[in-house]
């Protein structure tokens, strides 16, 4: 004598045993960004276009804080540079600044929420910078070289607590006159689920 597992929806359908035993489901597997993009809590961070125009100094592209009671998860960053002016090597230098207090020069933007039928926002700090921005406070915590004229991915995953933040700014490289970039991320509000 078995039992019936039945919908608790009140449609009748039961579940269905396969012949060794197991019980028939199906799955769908996405990523968290996937999940947090349907719940409205999956947001973009990025500066528009900055031309650099000095050479082997620092200019500071975003400032990101969280304000919130829950952690914000930073994905993957993207960095792209278009041709240096005069510049050589052909690369340049990303830096990571943790819990920064701000950057100079820097316009205010908000986070686009990547479901655009949410209402949804962050409680964050978000400023891009321009050309000699600085950074105020915080500590150096990574230095990356990539190539010029090419789409960058840098694995990041970092998670923001309430009241933390991050700075990254760009070098261009020596003789540098002229080199547009950008820089930007997928973030996510995390909510616990269980």
């Not at 978000?126 to 000699?132: D, K, M, P, S, W």
């Not at 009241?163 to 973030?187: E, F, K, Y």
């Amino acid at each position: 004598m078995g039992f019936e597992i039945t919908d608790g929806t009140g449609k009748g359908n039961s579940a269905a045993v396969d012949g060794t035993n197991r019980v028939l489901t199906r799955a769908i597997t996405e990523s968290i960004f996937e999940e947090a993009s349907e719940d409205g809590n999956a947001y973009f961070i990025g500066a528009p276009l900055i031309t650099v125009v000095n050479a082997s100094t620092e200019n500071a592209i975003i400032y990101f804080k969280n304000n919130g009671d829950e952690p914000i998860i930073m994905g993957d960053f993207f960095v792209i540079a278009e041709e240096t002016l005069g510049g050589s090597p052909n690369m340049l230098r990303l830096n990571w600044y943790k819990n920064p207090t701000g950057i100079s020069s820097g316009t205010t933007a908000t986070p686009l929420n990547q479901n655009f039928g949410s209402s949804k926002s962050l409680d964050s700090d978000f400023l891009y910078g321009a050309a000699g921005s600085t950074v105020s406070g915080g500590s150096l915590v990574a230095t990356l070289p990539m190539p010029i004229g090419e789409y960058n991915i840098v694995p990041a995953n970092l998670v923001l607590e309430k009241g933390s933040s991050l700075a990254i700014t760009v070098s261009a490289p020596a003789g540098n006159t002229s080199m547009p970039v950008t820089v930007g991320s997928r973030v996510i509000a995390y909510e616990e689920r269980y």
